[in-house]
């Protein structure tokens, strides 16, 4: 008899004939049959009410063999006891290993279906034409595809903690590194910051001998011209008293007189008083084209005479044709435009290049997108302007205002424009040498700004904002 077989044998012995499932508290009756004790209490509960069935008093039918016996004749089974607690924890007896169709133990194994089965399922019509194996076969062939699978994994299971360990170290160099460079990094503007400073203290001393040397020739000069003053005004004091003197003694002193070639005068040269000393923060025009935007004039606010040409697209933007109505957004008083862009927060950067020739007055900057396009006003912050004025040479006087624009006789080929918004600054740089060139500041701006760009007459040069490039038509 074989472990199934035994196992069988095993389950049946341990099961009780009226629950059909393993014995709970089992007991035994004078036949010698064997019960769980609720359920020969229940059966002969129910037999006490049948009449007829019973030949003696106080005694029941065996379930089993029909022999009666006494009720209070059961007999604990202490040793079935252990041996139904043993069945319900051996694996081999669990209900699994039943066929669930016809209760016999599953020997057999279908590979089409995938399923064991029982020796009453393989005659059947369902799996009679399946391939069909012994339950230890296809176990054997179970396992060693298991041990194919396992050492697979196990394969996968090392490489997976080689990458493991290798991510790890990657990442520990990686934050090695990421340390090194921040402390660089630290380093570096920490150096910059001496250098900076440095450079402040250089460019502040250079002033200060520039304010020095220029402030000791104007002080000499003034003292020249003070002494030179008092020595005239002496010699006017004497001829005043000359002239209130009698005729004859005025006519006696007449020997006397002033000889004006006698008298020394001088005039002093003006001393120049234009800074030579320019401010410049190495490295500021790289920090500040962090900021650079694409800033393109927007031809339908140009001035109707005022061309556009498109480098990329190799064409002229659209002008409105001569006699056609201008619209509201367009300049009719100069010869002006402003960008698409319009901003109302943060801080943009942008560069503008010129070939500024004759003694025309341009101007670049910001403007309100608001500013009267159609009338003639100062170019001042009051009007909605914030820009700096450009001419070629010092011929061009420019008209006197309450508060004129800043104007650069010798602009720079490139003008960088910086506008911090929320700061309420507008600054304008040498974007070619990095100097600064001049600062708008106010608490805050009164509304939403635009790029702006005017030029002067015709043939007064021209004007490169990104890929196009504006001039007058003459």
């Given at each position: 008899?074989?472990?199934v077989e035994?196992?069988?044998?095993?389950?049946?012995?341990?099961t009780?004939?009226?629950?059909?499932?393993y014995?709970?508290?089992?007991?035994?009756?004078?036949?010698?049959?064997?019960?769980c004790?609720?359920c020969?209490?229940?059966?002969?509960?129910?037999?006490?009410g049948k009449?007829?069935?019973?030949?003696?008093r106080?005694?029941f039918?065996?379930?089993?063999?029909?022999e009666?016996?006494?009720?209070?004749?059961l007999?604990?089974?202490?040793?079935?006891?252990?041996?139904a607690?043993?069945?319900?924890?051996?694996?081999?007896?669990?209900?699994?290993?039943?066929c669930?169709v016809?209760q016999?133990?599953?020997?057999?194994?279908?590979?089409?279906?995938?399923?064991?089965?029982?020796?009453?399922?393989?005659?059947?019509?369902?799996?009679?034409?399946?391939?069909?194996?012994?339950?230890?076969?296809?176990?054997?062939?179970?396992?060693?595809k298991?041990?194919?699978?396992?050492?697979?994994?196990?394969?996968?299971?090392?490489?997976?903690?080689?990458?493991?360990?290798?991510?790890?170290?990657?990442l520990?160099?990686?934050q090695?590194?990421?340390?090194?460079?921040?402390?660089?990094?630290?380093?570096?503007?920490?150096?910059?910051?001496?250098?900076?400073?440095?450079?402040?203290?250089?460019?502040l001393?250079?002033?200060?001998?520039?304010?020095?040397?220029?402030?000791?020739?104007?002080?000499?000069?003034?003292?020249?011209?003070?002494?030179q003053?008092?020595s005239?005004?002496?010699?006017?004091?004497?001829?005043?008293?000359r002239?209130?003197?009698?005729?004859?003694?005025m006519?006696?002193?007449?020997?006397?007189?002033?000889?004006?070639n006698?008298?020394?005068?001088?005039?002093?040269?003006?001393?120049?008083i234009?800074?030579?000393?320019?401010?410049?923060?190495?490295?500021?025009?790289?920090v500040?084209?962090?900021?650079?935007?694409?800033?393109?004039?927007?031809?339908?606010?140009?001035y109707?005479?005022l061309?556009?040409?498109?480098s990329?697209?190799?064409?002229?933007?659209?002008?409105?044709?001569e006699?056609?109505?201008?619209?509201?957004?367009?300049?009719?008083a100069?010869p002006?435009?402003?960008?698409?862009?319009?901003?109302?927060?943060?801080r943009?950067?942008?560069?503008?290049?010129?070939?500024?020739?004759?003694?025309?007055?341009?101007?670049?900057?910001?403007?309100?997108?608001?500013?009267?396009r159609?009338?003639?006003?100062?170019?001042?912050?009051?009007?909605?302007?914030?820009?700096?004025q450009?001419?070629?040479?010092?011929?061009?006087?420019?008209?006197v205002s309450?508060?004129p624009?800043?104007?650069?006789?010798e602009?720079?080929?490139?003008?960088?424009?910086f506008?911090?918004?929320?700061?309420?600054?507008?600054?304008?740089?040498n974007a070619?040498?990095?100097?600064?060139?001049?600062?708008?500041?106010?608490?805050?701006?009164?509304?939403p700004?635009?790029?702006?760009f005017?030029?002067?007459?015709p043939?007064?040069?021209?004007?490169?904002?990104?890929?196009?490039?504006?001039?007058?038509?003459?």
């Amino acid at each position: 008899m074989d472990a199934v077989e035994l196992a069988r044998k095993l389950q049946e012995e341990a099961t009780c004939s009226i629950c059909l499932d393993y014995f709970t508290d089992p007991v035994m009756t004078t036949c010698g049959h064997n019960f769980c004790r609720e359920c020969i209490r229940l059966t002969w509960e129910k037999a006490k009410g049948k009449k007829g069935r019973r030949k003696r008093r106080g005694t029941f039918p065996c379930p089993e063999c029909r022999e009666l016996s006494p009720q209070r004749n059961l007999r604990p089974n202490r040793l079935l006891t252990k041996v139904a607690e043993m069945a319900r924890q051996h694996p081999g007896l669990q209900s699994r290993d039943l066929c669930k169709v016809h209760q016999e133990v599953l020997k057999l194994f279908c590979e089409d279906d995938q399923s064991p089965i029982c020796v009453v399922c393989r005659e059947s019509r369902e799996h009679r034409a399946h391939r069909v194996v012994p339950v230890e076969e296809a176990v054997q062939e179970h396992k060693l595809k298991l041990e194919d699978d396992m050492e697979h994994l196990r394969e996968e299971m090392e490489k997976t903690q080689k990458l493991q360990t290798r991510e790890q170290q990657a990442l520990a160099k990686w934050q090695e590194k990421v340390q090194e460079r921040r402390q660089r990094v630290m380093m570096e503007f920490k150096k910059m910051a001496v250098l900076l400073v440095e450079e402040e203290q250089h460019l502040l001393q250079a002033l200060r001998q520039e304010e020095e040397d220029t402030a000791a020739r104007l002080q000499q000069s003034m003292a020249a011209l003070e002494q030179q003053s008092c020595s005239l005004e002496t010699l006017l004091l004497q001829l005043e008293d000359r002239s209130k003197r009698e005729p004859l003694q005025m006519l006696r002193d007449m020997k006397e007189s002033l000889d004006r070639n006698s008298v020394s005068v001088q005039y002093p040269e003006a001393t120049p008083i234009a800074l030579r000393t320019v401010c410049r923060v190495p490295g500021q025009i790289e920090v500040l084209k962090s900021f650079q935007e694409n800033v393109v004039p927007d031809p339908a606010t140009a001035y109707p005479y005022l061309l556009l040409y498109e480098s990329r697209q190799r064409c002229y933007l659209s002008t409105p044709p001569e006699g056609m109505p201008c619209s509201k957004d367009r300049f009719l008083a100069y010869p002006c435009a402003v960008g698409h862009q319009t901003f109302c927060s943060g801080r943009h950067y942008w560069e503008v290049g010129m070939n500024l020739t004759g003694d025309a007055l341009w101007a670049l900057g910001v403007c309100r997108d608001n500013v009267s396009r159609k009338d003639r006003v100062p170019k001042s912050p009051e009007n909605g302007f914030w820009v700096v004025q450009l001419c070629k040479g010092k011929k061009y006087v420019p008209p006197v205002s309450t508060l004129p624009p800043i104007t650069l006789t010798e602009p720079p080929s490139h003008v960088g424009i910086f506008l911090d918004f929320e700061a309420g600054e507008v600054s304008f740089y040498n974007a070619s040498g990095g100097s600064h060139l001049h600062t708008y500041a106010q608490s805050a701006f009164p509304g939403p700004l635009q790029p702006f760009f005017c030029l002067g007459a015709p043939k007064s040069g021209q004007m490169v904002i990104s890929t196009v490039t504006l001039w007058v038509k003459g």
